[in-house]
């Protein structure tokens, strides 16, 4: 029992520092670890997971919130889209064929990795929008941030939020229909449909899986997946290694965290067309 609590906490402060970074909550982490390596069953390592991304997001986020690094205007407008297709996927479940939204996410996925490469190539190009969207200035969506890797505050203008809101709503459709973690789909609508920057993207993305996985974790708590032998010390870990992961990114060039993040969505994008198919 000491050595699987000593186990959980180690996998924890990994998960929480890679999903602090990536702002995809540890939850994807986590989980292939647990059945893979653990070998629990899928069930129990799911439960887990809630657990896992409710954790990253509570140590990271009071980091970037404190550092004014998130967009919190962007973040609540957002998860009304994320809410609503959760609803949306949960209701429609059992009519929806599954295996097409497997290949469509998972094709939207693949573009997204291959558009972050693009962006890696121009080296000088500058990424940030200058376009006056008039939603995003009526809705003060518009942020700042001071980047401690360049050492300057970055003004940054947000656009298409239409396309942001319908990929959002994707990512509600998805978790509540499919059970996927919509982490990635998250920094996907923020970074590649808003224009809103790397970091300030994984910082807000952070913040709303919070949200979006405490609404289902009671589910989950009540059902029996989650056991506390896994999910305690896997948490503590987690708080620990989020906190220190929140610290990584801010001082980390945007261009690591994007090197990070192209193989991490060709996996997933990859998987999810396999399994659709």
């Not at 550092?67 to 962007?74: K, Q, W």
């Not at 942001?164 to 449909?193: C, E, N, Q, R």
């Not at 060709?266 to 198919?277: D, H, P």
């Amino acid at each position: 029992m000491i050595g699987t609590v000593i186990l959980m906490i180690v996998i924890g402060l990994f998960a929480g520092i890679a999903g602090a970074i990536l702002g995809l909550g540890g939850g994807i982490i986590v989980t292939p670890i647990l059945t893979l390596a653990c070998h629990l069953d899928i069930k129990y390592a799911i439960g887990a997971s809630v657990i896992v991304v409710i954790a990253t997001s509570s140590g990271s986020t009071i980091a970037y919130l404190k550092d004014e690094v998130l967009n919190l205007r962007v973040a609540m407008f957002l998860e009304i889209a994320t809410t609503i297709g959760a609803v949306s996927g949960a209701l429609l479940t059992g009519i929806l064929e599954p295996k097409y939204l497997y290949i469509l996410f998972g094709l939207l996925l693949l573009f997204s990795s291959f558009n972050m490469a693009r962006k890696l190539m121009n080296k000088n190009k500058s990424n940030l929008s200058n376009k006056n969207d008039k939603i995003a200035q009526k809705m003060r969506l518009n942020g700042s941030y001071y980047d401690k890797a360049e050492h300057k505050q970055i003004d940054y203008k947000v656009e298409n939020i239409p396309g942001g809101l319908l990929v959002m709503f994707g990512a509600g459709l998805a978790s509540g229909l499919l059970g996927i973690g919509s982490g990635a789909f998250k920094v996907i609508a923020m970074d590649t449909f808003m224009k809103m920057p790397l970091k300030p993207s994984s910082a807000t993305s952070n913040l709303m899986m919070g949200v979006t996985a405490a609404a289902s974790a009671t589910v989950y708590f009540f059902n029996g997946s989650i056991l506390p032998y896994i999910a305690v010390p896997l948490a503590l870990g987690i708080l620990v290694g989020a906190t220190i992961g929140s610290r990584i990114m801010q001082i980390l060039p945007a261009r690591w965290i994007r090197i990070c993040f192209v193989p991490i969505l060709l996996y997933i994008g990859i998987s999810m067309v396999i399994k659709g198919f």
